[in-house]
DNA sequence: TTAGCGCGTTCCACATATTGATACGCCGTA
DNA sequence: TACGGCGTATCAATATGTGGAACGCGCTAA
């Protein structure tokens, strides 16, 4: 284990959080370092391409190398790169936030979205992550996954809203009602007041590989939108899934 | 300078290249370093969240760390937040692939891009990198470059295809009328058959930060249509000039 | 105006973290 | 069945990284 590769990638890690430019004291503070160290690690990220002098003298920012490596990462994922006319389409009928979805561990990592053009709409980031058993996309996610991953879930669930499903039973149970009926509903189980709709995405080997959904404040979610917009992000869904290479009549047997 | 974070990085990035996880001998023969000790740096680089083991015993491949790191910074790019309308915007009036880029050096970085819904149009990626002089956004952004940025262009130019600006000279006069018509052309002179419209985008200082355009094949990019996608994107950059704060009647004086 | 404080930057003796050769078990192929 | 290349683990040797101290600069308070 090298802990100078730890230790400069933790000062990466905190000048790429950083809303403006770190000084080296700042961040030896932050991170307990010595301020030659910092100051060294520093010039060595530099070097690297990674970070840069910031315009104020003493200061230090990231580029956009990260951003670079990353994009390079992530465009080479199948399913993000066929997902955009899917989205678009689901866009276009639902005016609302549409997402493309990851599972990652226990959360769902954001791939892609497209915003709503309303003013009032579902803010959320690309490269965000949120807890899946708390949002649509998670919940679509989660059903298909096997027993191996399922069984990893605690008992008690972090409960972001009032709303939020609290204990691995009730999602368990939650979670073969979206096998059931094609998709999965969020009624604001993460942010308050902000729900969504999502289904699951498989590939060619009936595998879930992500999940695409729309979300937008739950006002716009009454029971007539729900089955509306279940209707269309599980057909879109199925188009990408078999974009994909999917080609089961109907949904896979569950994964072992 | 600390070469062993420097060698911990290079090793990470070779990983983030690749398109298929890769064994420990491989990345060794690649980055000539030892097999220990690029298995000690995997380890660490697993430790720190940026690494995992693939599905194939024995190789490793990027976890999208990098990628929700790298979200985090982009996201912050004010111009990146503030674009998405007006990039939907002139997607719908054009149905041509929108770019939003930066300048980096000599080259443009795609911070953001929305696809063509059309079956033929320009490829890109986000995080991509293009010569600034052979695109569209590239000579919109080098054309309110300072004296500084342009001084640095070498004599010759390179020239992906016959119709890329090969001289500095030649360059210079092409941005000349850049900055009277308001907005930038490629007539494929980065891909064949590949064209664009670009214009500028101001921040509130009247500072060149960004530019937005279109692009797509050459044949629709005809004289008619560019006349047309010119005033469109023109629109859609003073529009997004003016919510970054950019409050002059016309355009900037030319920077020092 | 002056002094003090905190900043970034640089230096280098020394402590320690990293290196790579070696060995081992496993797997695939001839 | 044997050989070669793989990934993984170990540890003595050594090369690298560490951090305390010093310096110059700039800002602020007295």
Same mark, same amino acid.
């Given at each position: 284990m090298d802990t100078t590769l730890l230790k400069g990638l933790n000062v990466l890690e905190a000048v790429a959080r950083s809303r403006a430019p770190r000084g080296v004291s700042e961040l030896a503070r932050e991170l307990e370092l010595t301020k030659s160290n910092v100051h060294r690690t520093l010039q060595t990220l530099i070097a690297a391409g990674y970070v840069r002098p910031g315009s104020v003298a003493g200061t230090y920012e990231c580029t956009l190398k990260l951003f670079e490596m990353a994009s390079g990462v992530v465009a080479r994922i199948d399913v993000r790169q066929l997902a955009d006319p899917f989205m678009q389409h689901l866009a276009r009928l639902t005016k609302e936030t549409i997402h493309l979805s990851i599972l990652e561990g226990m959360d769902v990592i954001y791939l892609n979205k497209i915003e709503s053009p309303q003013p009032v709409r579902a803010y959320s980031t690309i490269g965000g992550r949120a807890p899946?058993?708390?949002v649509a996309s998670g919940k679509a996610l989660l059903a298909w996954q096997g027993e191996a991953v399922l069984r990893e879930l605690p008992a008690r669930l972090s409960s972001?809203?009032?709303?939020?499903?609290?204990?691995r039973d009730a999602l368990l149970e939650e979670l073969g009602r979206v096998r059931r009926q094609g998709f999965a509903v969020n009624?604001? #189980?993460?942010? #308050?007041g902000v729900g969504g709709v999502a289904a699951i995405v498989f590939d060619m080997h009936g595998m879930p590989v992500a999940a695409i959904g729309m979300s937008g404040p739950?006002?716009?979610?009454?029971p007539a939108s729900v089955r509306k917009y279940s209707q269309l992000v599980m057909e879109a869904a199925l188009g990408l899934s078999r974009s994909l290479g999917?080609?089961?009549?109907g949904y896979p047997p569950l994964a072992a």
């Open positions: 899946a058993h708390c972001p809203t009032q709303r939020s499903i609290a204990s009624r604001g #189980e993460w942010r #308050e739950v006002e716009r979610l009454r999917y080609s089961q009549p």
